[in-house]
């Protein structure tokens, strides 16, 4: 017998498409956040409760915000941006988080290096190559961070792993040191094993100031176990 196709890529296309429209049509909304600057972002309860535990408990379980969503009073998030709940939200939708990388491409020097962040775990050259320099680059790691923290506020393990996997592309001498603070704190093993690793083999490059921010515990980490074959670094006293 022929084989027969019954999926194309044009279909994933479609869909994503239509995961959009749904999201950005206010007719097929039913909840509103509020945010710290008074702005108010909406969306469907049964989207966001499907992709995400903290969501289902929030809008159907006991909660206070489930009785506010319900009345039709507006949940306030705070300490979360506007960037990072769109980043969030559009996640839930549609599996990507195109949109906040288009935002990080204003440079022509950042163009092929945040591009290539919306094809995921895909193979891509370093970010020396990409021409993108510092400044973007800082930008990129907090817009990440940013996202990282929300996906494990709101549960989301797949985005969690994919802020991971591209935070842990940044990680240069001016950037480690955040990232591993990001990750010791938001429980982030495969970010922070990647920023461990960066430390150990690149400690003579890194500014001795810039290390000792780190929590205690990470420094000793660091310190106790260098890689086969490489130096053990030193940071001064704590």
């Not at 600057?37 to 929030?58: C, H, Q």
């Not at 939200?89 to 906040?100: A, K, M, R």
């Not at 969690?160 to 093993?189: F, G, Q």
Request: proline share 5%; glycine share 4%.
């Amino acid at each position: 017998c022929p084989s027969v196709t019954l999926r194309r890529p044009e279909d994933d296309e479609d869909l994503s498409s239509a995961m959009r429209a749904l999201w950005h049509d206010p007719d097929l909304c039913d909840v509103r956040f509020e945010l710290d600057d008074g702005s108010l972002v909406e969306a469907s309860r049964t989207i966001l409760a499907a992709r995400s535990p903290y969501f289902k408990t929030m809008f159907f379980g006991s909660l206070r915000e489930a009785r506010e969503a319900t009345a039709g009073e507006p949940i306030k998030l705070r300490e979360i941006q506007r960037e990072t709940l769109d980043a969030v939200l559009e996640f839930c939708y549609t599996g990507s988080i195109s949109s906040l990388i288009d935002s990080l491409t204003r440079c022509p020097e950042a163009v092929i290096f945040a591009k290539e962040l919306c094809k995921g775990y895909g193979e891509r050259s370093d970010l020396e190559e990409s021409g993108c320099d510092e400044e973007h680059l800082a930008k990129m790691v907090e817009s990440l961070t940013e996202l990282l923290k929300a996906a494990n506020l709101f549960q989301l393990e797949r985005l969690l792993k994919m802020c991971e996997v591209e935070l842990a592309r940044c990680v240069r001498e001016s950037s480690v040191a955040n990232i591993l603070a990001v990750a010791d704190l938001h429980n982030a093993k495969q970010l922070r094993r990647a920023g461990i690793a960066f430390v150990q083999k690149h400690s003579r490059s890194i500014p001795k100031d810039t290390l000792e921010t780190l929590p205690k515990g990470l420094l000793v980490e660091i310190i106790r176990s260098p890689p086969r074959g490489e130096h053990r670094p030193t940071f001064g006293s704590f």
